[in-house]
């Protein structure tokens, strides 16, 4: 059995570092050509011995302040609609925001599997963020640094019963 896992939180948060280091730098290509906008981008996983979809919400990025919210939102319900579990992602080193408590408190609502993620998490940096993540209610944050590789052990821990 395999599984679909969505990403999902707010710009800039590393969704598709992470995307990009789960599914290899082909697929991130698609976004480079120019006219090619995706909302959200699937890719096949391999990680460890594990197999499974992963969705990325992208195309965020070039949203007005204005549009933002109601986008954001939208796609995310997209993603966790189409997920077996999702794997929600902080910034660490900003620490929370009103844009994550929101993600959150609809990922609670909607998800009845998250993961929660705090990325950017190399270094002392990010420590207060770490334990700011507690707040949101969804349980113990996987630290991870998605550019570095950090963490890639207690994420695959995490998803392989999954599988
Ligand atoms: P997305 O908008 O959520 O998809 O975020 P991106 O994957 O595009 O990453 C946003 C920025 O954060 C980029 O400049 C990344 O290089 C950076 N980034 C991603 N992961 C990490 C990490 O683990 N540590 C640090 N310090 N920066 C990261
Ligand atoms: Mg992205």
């Known amino acids: 059995m395999s599984f ?3 990403i999902v939180g707010r710009p800039n948060v590393g969704k598709s570092t992470l995307f990009n280091r789960l599914v ?21 996983a391999r990680f460890g011995d594990l197999n499974f979809t992963v969705i990325d919400t992208a195309g965020l990025e070039d949203a007005t302040d204005d549009s933002l919210q109601g986008r954001m939102r939208k ?12 794997l929600f992602m902080i910034d660490a080193r900003a620490g929370l925001t009103s ?25 002392r940096a990010a420590d207060a963020g770490i334990l700011e993540a507690y707040e949101l209610g969804l ?18 821990a995490a998803l392989a019963p999954l599988a």
């Not at 290509?29 to 906008?37: A, I, M, Y």
């Not at 796609?75 to 999702?86: F, G, I, N, S, Y």
Request: contains cysteine; aromatic residues 2%; glycine residues 12%.
């Open 75 to 86: 796609l995310t319900e997209r993603a966790v609609d189409m997920a077996d579990v999702c």
């Open 139 to 156: 349980g113990e944050p996987l630290r991870i640094s998605a550019e570095h590789g950090e963490g890639m052990g207690e994420l695959f």
């Open 4 to 6: 679909t896992l969505a």
């Open 24 to 44: 290899g730098k082909r697929l991130a290509l698609v976004d480079d050509q120019p006219g090619v906008t995706r909302d959200l981008r699937e890719g096949a």
């Open 99 to 123: 844009t994550d408590r929101e993600l959150a408190e609809l990922l609670r609502r909607r998800s009845g599997n998250v993961l929660l993620a705090a990325n950017k998490s190399e270094g």
